[in-house]
């Protein structure tokens, strides 16, 4: 079974760009998550989906990140305008109820 | 703060040696815990699972334990290998919802294993 796909691996940013970036979960997971991990630390939760209904966006951001999961699938994650702090790796995971919970490899973000 | 981890930051064990992880959490609602090993420029990868009504989970090499009284975790490697030097964290979900919440992470513990 193919993993959870995420895109791009890699972002270089100045302060104050926007930035975006796309998931693809694992086909028939109905529920998607974004993390964002800052070096030394442990992934933390910033918005859950389930189908294209939000579940939990209590530590997202809301003045400058934004998620959408458009027809139940793929996802996007933005940050507009990016700030020094936002350099961290954002992790997409994905799962079916409460089995196969499967992250994908990240996106690592530099905010210069 | 952090709801889950015990930080440990390093633990360096002989090849061949066993490893013991250890981890607590502190909410009383939390029913689902997974461990997780995460190598460089990698995701977390899945190792192993316990749901609360369990005290001992085993898998290939790896054991878990769950000690609700004292709300502690450990996650046991047998005859450590090379390829398990990697970052482990533990998290801690609730399925109370009928599906999986979000995970709340520990910081991890940096597993070295010396040849």
């Known amino acids: 079974e193919a993993g959870v796909a995420q895109s791009p691996r890699y972002k270089i940013i100045e302060k104050r760009q926007s930035v975006a970036f796309w998931c693809n979960p694992i086909s028939g997971h109905a529920t998607l998550y974004w993390y964002q991990q800052i070096l030394g630390q442990g992934p933390k939760l910033l918005i859950q989906?389930?189908?294209?209904?939000?579940?939990?966006d209590s530590q997202l951001p809301k003045d400058r990140f934004s998620a959408e999961r458009l027809k139940g699938v793929d996802s996007t994650l933005k940050i507009q305008p990016a700030k020094l702090e936002d350099s961290a790796v954002y992790l997409c995971a994905s799962s079916l109820g409460n089995r196969g919970y499967t992250f994908g490899s990240g996106t690592r973000l530099t905010v210069v | 703060g952090e709801s889950v981890g015990l930080h440990l930051p390093t633990l360096s064990v002989q090849e061949g040696d066993n490893s013991i992880i250890n981890c607590a959490y502190s909410n009383s609602a939390s029913d689902y815990f997974i461990w997780y090993k995460q190598e460089s420029g990698k995701g977390p990868q899945f190792i192993i699972d316990i749901r609360s009504n369990m005290d001992k989970r085993q898998g290939q090499r790896v054991t878990v334990l769950l000690n609700k009284t004292v709300k502690h975790l450990s996650l046991q490697i047998a005859a450590t290998q090379p390829g398990d030097s990697a970052v482990y964290f533990c998290?801690?979900?609730?399925?109370?919802?009928?599906?999986?919440?979000?995970?709340?992470f520990g910081k991890g513990t940096h597993l070295i294993i010396q040849p």
């Open positions: 998290a801690e979900t609730s399925l109370l919802r009928g599906g999986a919440d979000g995970l709340t």
């Open positions: 989906f389930q189908n294209n209904g939000v579940v939990d």
